[in-house]
């Protein structure tokens, strides 16, 4: 099993910036892909962004793209999210996730993913 901690959450104004973290720990060895999904009150859970763990490879969400950065430290086993030019629209509870094997075109798929975090509130107010 893989246990994923995020934290950073909180709350800000519109134009801000926050950097979420989430610390994973247990079978790290079969991670081979991280990501952020995010979940607003009545919508579905949906994807940001990924990172390859070994390649650094990304893919980001056309809502991410330009404004939120996905990082890692490998030797930490530390995933980051950098927000910036928050919207009012990204509120929400933002959850990291760990797979063992996602295909890219499966990334946006919420069920494509083994390992969940509790999640951290992001508010943005207008």
């Known amino acids: 099993q893989v246990q994923l901690v995020e934290s950073g959450g909180g709350l800000v104004q519109a134009g801000g910036s926050l950097r979420l973290s989430c610390a994973a720990s247990?079978?790290?060895?079969?991670?081979?892909?991280m990501g952020w999904f995010r979940q607003a009150p009545g919508k579905e859970r949906e994807f940001v962004a990924a990172?390859?763990?070994?390649?650094?490879?990304?893919s980001y969400s056309d809502s991410a793209k330009g404004r939120f950065t996905i990082s890692r430290v490998y030797t930490k086993n530390t995933m980051y999210l950098q927000m910036n030019s928050l919207k009012p629209e990204d509120t929400a509870v933002y959850y990291c996730?760990?797979?063992?094997?996602?295909?890219?075109?499966?990334?946006?798929?919420?069920?494509?993913?083994?390992?969940w975090g509790q999640g951290t509130q992001v508010t943005v107010s207008s």
């Open positions: 247990g079978r790290t060895f079969s991670v081979y892909t």
């Open positions: 990172i390859r763990w070994n390649t650094g490879g990304l």
């Open positions: 996730t760990a797979a063992d094997r996602v295909l890219t075109s499966e990334l946006g798929d919420p069920n494509s993913w083994n390992y």
